[in-house]
Nanobody, 124 residues
Framework: QVQLVESGGGSAQSGGTLTLSCAASGLSNRQRMGWFRQGPGSEREGVAN???????GYADSVKGRFTISQDNAKNTVYLQMNSLKPEDTGIYYC???????????????????WGQGTQVSVSS
């Protein structure tokens, strides 16, 4: 059984930093891992993703502020979020794909497994 468990969400002030973790278990043939978020009244959007060789993709809104990384030995993906803004507020989800996906594809199509989400709240 595949499980993706996110942690590290919480509250921060504008300009602050939070780091999210996503621990995967039961997942074979993991290809691309992605972080998505859904803000209040908004649709879910792709934030960042990383492939098995480390190729990454980022949404324009987070480039230069967020960094996605992975520890393959621990089957864990991280999202370091610097210079947080109130518009970064939302529920952040980790997702995994067993299909090859290009890093430039930020949509949710192709991601089969999803975590339960972790709340990130940024105050001004």
């Amino acid at each position: 059984q595949v499980q993706l468990v996110e942690s590290g969400g919480g509250s921060a002030q504008s300009g602050g930093t939070l780091t999210l973790s996503c621990a995967a278990s039961g997942l074979s043939n993991r290809q691309r891992m992605g972080w998505f978020r859904q803000g209040p009244g908004s649709e879910r959007e792709g934030v960042a993703n990383i492939g098995p060789t480390g190729v990454t993709g980022y949404a324009d809104s987070v480039k230069g502020r967020f960094t996605i990384s992975q520890d393959n030995a621990k089957n864990t993906v991280y999202l370091q979020m610097n210079s947080l803004k109130p518009e970064d507020t939302g529920i952040y989800y980790c997702a995994a794909s067993t299909l090859w996906l290009p890093g430039s594809r930020l949509g949710a199509s192709g991601y089969t497994y999803w975590g339960q989400g972790t709340q990130v709240s940024v105050s001004s």
